[in-house]
């Protein structure tokens, strides 16, 4: 609307005129000034390369810079005069529709800094000429600490991001406040062919602040890469210059006298004597005041008041309790029934001062005439002692249930049948009852004891039916499992006995004779180590078989199948090697007897400790030897380790299977009570502290699920075991009941403890010569 209005007034077409020949006389003059300066820096150029020195180039460039500076003020000059033209209207256009006059002093501007440019390049092109055509060879000027040389920035844009300027056409203003166009990018594939034919692209960097690239020189990247490598920036720099010393030594031993410092050498701090000028102005001003009197804290305060924690100080305040108030009893004129009588007063000295009333009330006539009170100093201290030195704690209750906090167990009646009471007692037996066993039908029971004796019991009657005189201490007896097979193992000393009971049928007699047959053996290869270790001989005074060995055997266990017998020695052997004079040491603590074939074997691997029981799978081809630390686990067809089950005890005395093969229990000499679950760890399910003596034997019953330990404390725990084939279900245990009737001889108490193969019965041997029949 503008440009129509002022080609339809006549009027403004002299004053435009002006305008624009004045523009023009300033572009000439603008032209003429760089054409100056081109030619002087020509000439700079030209005198650089007579010249020996580099400062008379800096000097010029200088000049250049002065004359740049003065010729930017001309410019600024003209460009306010044109605003001081075009103060009536804001853009002044020409009437054949030319660029604005500000447009045109902006061409000019950027014109004559192109031009600059140019001179600069050129003037930089002639050095390198001069120099042998190499940029790397020319003279480099010395840096200058000193920000008057540091030349500024040409884009002033202010504290701003340059983000601020991504969608406009300029970036940043010049000294007179123009705008400053961008320059015309290149494409992507422009750039990048003009970087394969430029072999110095590699140096080239975009400059986004001035908006220009800057190609750097050999000498730059060098610094710049010294940095990358975390080293100095200047190769000449050395980081080891030689140590200067301080002090001029002239053979004294240490650089500083041990004398003290005079006061001559006292500097005064100028900082301090500040702050004390500040301390001085703020007193005299009254921003700092002084108390005269300084407040006291209390001394002494009431231990028996109800103040706050914030009103006191010092650790939380917790309020002591209140004394009772007084009552009936206190009064000078109680009524008869709170007046105690002469007997009740003797009755009271008959008593423990702590439970004595303290105080006995009396009946008076008045308030007159009651009398001091004896005891009134005396409770007055106590009340105050207690005060004083009774701690008080803020004790958090918490609203628990105790009942919540026991484990949810099934009632003990619901878990019957289980052994409550003594039912029977066998007696007979002169010392120590030491072992017993149970006949796999349930109606015999064999024991053995310290008087060398073997005995064989009827479980119903008590009656004893057969007694063999060993002579030795009897370790362990152990009835055939095997009903048509009523045989018995008997330990004793370094001889195993296996005895025909004659329970059996006359059939069963005859099979049993033949099996206890041995011929005499003939003369064996000592390379036989199983022979030299065990013989096996008939027993004509007890009507059996006798394995002869050369240590005490402990412990006596038939197989399932009752053809195999596993003998435990708990101590290591000493034999010989063939025609040699070195002893050998291996472990045969642990042997196998095959009945029918009259062999012995030792297990096809060593045992590593002193074992101290042992016990077969009831339906698997595995074998427990518990040694007094660890059990370890035997697969006999395959001949080796399965599992290790570590009890953690001090030191282990018996085990027991349970009769489905997956778990086991462990007794210790600290009263201490394993359960193992096999399938679940080799650590302990369960640990039951139960015995504060030792657990001399364990053992599971065959058909209920019950377990039972004895200790020399004279005692039998029985305990509800079941094991569910669930295998997500966990064992449950249950302590049932604590069997007593033994007493103890020797320090010992309860040696061993078996079930009946069918009744929930419960049979234990005291070292009181008793056995016990506990039942249901």
């Known amino acids: 609307m503008r440009t129509r209005q002022r080609k339809e007034n006549g009027s403004d077409k002299p004053e435009n005129g002006k305008a624009e020949k004045k523009v023009q006389k300033l572009k000439a003059k603008n032209v003429e000034e760089n054409l100056k300066r081109i030619e002087e820096a020509e000439a700079a150029a030209e005198s650089s390369e007579d010249s020996p020195f580099v400062s008379d180039s800096g000097e010029d460039d200088d000049d250049d810079d002065e004359s740049l500076s003065e010729d930017n003020g001309s410019i600024s000059e003209s460009g306010s005069e044109q605003s001081k033209l075009s103060e009536d209207e804001d853009v002044v256009r020409s009437s054949d529709g030319d660029n604005p006059t500000g447009a045109s002093d902006d061409d000019t501007d950027h014109s004559s800094g192109d031009s600059l440019r140019e001179g600069d390049d050129n003037d930089n092109y002639h050095g390198e000429d001069s120099h ?357 193992a008997v330990a004793a000393g370094h001889d195993v006995f296996i005895l025909n009971t004659g329970c059996g049928s006359h059939e069963q007699q005859k099979t049993i004779e033949e099996l206890l047959h041995v011929e005499p053996q003939k003369a064996t290869d000592e390379s036989d180590t199983s022979a030299s270790i065990v013989s096996w001989v008939q027993d004509d005074r007890h009507g059996g078989i006798r394995l002869k060995h050369f240590k005490t055997v402990t412990k006596v266990e038939w197989h399932r199948k009752g053809d195999y017998l596993s003998t435990l020695m708990p101590s290591d052997i000493l034999f010989p090697a063939v025609n040699t004079l070195v002893v050998v040491r291996e472990s045969r603590s642990v042997l196998i007897h095959q009945l029918s074939k009259r062999l012995t074997q030792r297990i096809p691997f060593k045992t590593k400790g002193i074992p101290v029981s042992t016990a077969f799978h009831p339906t698997r081809s595995i074998f427990f030897t518990a040694t007094k630390k660890d059990v370890r686990v035997y697969d006999l067809l395959k001949q080796k380790l399965i599992k290790k089950l570590e009890a953690g005890v001090r030191e282990i005395s018996s085990i027991a299977i349970h009769p489905g093969g997956d778990n086991a229990i462990v007794g210790s000499k600290d009263g201490k009570l394993c359960w193992f679950d096999m399938d679940l760890s080799s650590r302990p399910y369960r640990v039951l502290r139960c015995h504060p003596k030792d657990i001399t034997r364990v053992a599971y019953h065959r058909s209920y699920p019950l377990f039972a330990s004895c200790s020399d404390d004279c005692t039998a725990y029985v305990f509800h075991g079941m094991v569910y084939s669930d295998l997500n279900q966990n064992p449950l245990i249950v302590p049932l009941e604590i069997l007593r009737g033994h007493s103890s001889a020797d320090g010992r108490g309860v040696l061993d403890c078996k079930f009946h193969p069918r009744q929930p019965w419960l049979f234990t041997a005291g070292a009181d010569s008793l056995i016990k029949l506990y039942c249901h």
């Open 132 to 488: 042998g055509g190499s940029e790397d060879s020319r003279e480099v000027v010395e840096e200058s600490d000193s920000s008057e040389d540091e030349v500024a920035p040409r884009n002033t844009i202010g504290n701003v991001p340059l983000e601020w300027y991504k969608d406009e056409e300029h970036i940043g203003y010049d000294l007179a406040g123009k705008k400053i166009k961008k320059k015309e990018r290149q494409s992507k594939l422009d750039s990048f062919l003009a970087s394969v034919d430029d072999s110095k692209n590699w140096r080239k960097i975009y400059d986004e602040y001035n908006d220009e690239e800057v190609e750097l020189t050999k000498e730059e990247t060098k610094l710049i890469g010294r940095l990358l490598k975390g080293k100095a920036p200047h190769a000449d720099f050395d980081p080891y210059a030689p140590y200067v010393d301080w002090f001029a030594w002239d053979g004294a031993k240490h650089p500083l006298s041990n004398a003290p410092e005079p006061k001559r050498r006292f500097i005064p701090s100028k900082w301090e004597s500040k702050m004390v000028l500040r301390y001085v102005r703020a007193i005299r001003k009254g921003l700092i005041k002084f108390d005269d009197k300084p407040k006291e804290e209390p001394r002494f305060y009431a231990l028996w008041d109800d103040s706050t924690p914030a009103e006191r100080q010092g650790l939380a305040y917790i309020p002591a309790p209140k004394p009772k108030l007084p009552g009936h009893e206190e009064s000078y004129n109680p009524s008869l029934e709170y007046i105690p009588t002469q007997e009740e007063i003797n009755s009271y000295q008959l008593m423990f001062e702590e439970d004595r009333p303290k105080f006995i009330p009396k009946q008076y006539t008045s308030l007159r005439s009651v009398p001091a009170y004896e005891k009134a100093v005396q409770e007055t201290f106590d009340r105050c002692l207690d005060l004083y030195l009774c701690p008080r704690v803020r004790k958090k209750r918490i609203n628990i249930d105790p009942e919540s906090l026991k484990p949810k167990l099934p009632s003990r009646k619901d878990l019957k049948p289980y052994p409550t009471t003594c039912y029977l007692e066998y007696k007979g037996h002169k010392g120590p009852v030491t072992t017993i066993s149970t006949e796999s039908t349930g109606q015999w029971i064999a024991s053995g004891s310290k008087d060398g004796t073997v005995r064989i019991w009827e479980v119903e009657t008590g009656r004893c039916l057969q007694i063999w005189d060993i002579g030795e201490t009897i370790e362990d007896v152990a009835w055939n499992p095997l009903t048509e097979f009523p045989i018995l």
